[in-house]
């Protein structure tokens, strides 16, 4: 069975950091392009970044280029997402998800909380 496991999310101040972890099992990650979504409470779930199954490239969305950095490690089968500088805007439940094809998993989220 195929799960993908997202922590790492939480309360932080503006400004501060947090890192995201998606944890794959039941699937061999080196073979699934990756994605971090989020979405906003009344808002459509948005792409935040993605890399590919090897990691050699990624792309991020406007808003949080520069900010946010995306990498893999196919070995413990796990992806991150480095979010600094966050701002009251990437509040949101960030999801992960493995895609190949047809094959398309997601995980169940985890809430980021930028508030003072």
């Known amino acids: 069975q195929v799960q993908l496991a997202e922590s790492g999310g939480g309360l932080v101040q503006p400004g501060g950091s947090l890192r995201l972890s998606c944890a794959a099992s039941g699937l061999t990650l080196s073979r699934y392009a990756m994605n971090w979504h989020r979405q906003a409470p009344g808002k459509k779930r948005e792409l935040v970044a993605a890399?590919?199954?090897?990691?050699?490239?990624?792309i991020y969305a406007d808003s949080v280029k520069g900010r946010f950095t995306m990498s893999r490690d196919n070995v413990e089968n796990t992806v991150y997402l480095q979010m600094n500088n966050l701002k009251p805007e990437d509040t949101a439940v960030y999801f992960c998800?493995?895609?190949?094809?047809?094959?398309?998993?997601w995980g169940q989220g985890t809430q980021v909380t930028v508030s003072s």
């Open positions: 890399i590919t199954r090897a990691g050699d490239n990624s």
């Open positions: 998800q493995a895609v190949n094809g047809l094959d398309n998993y």
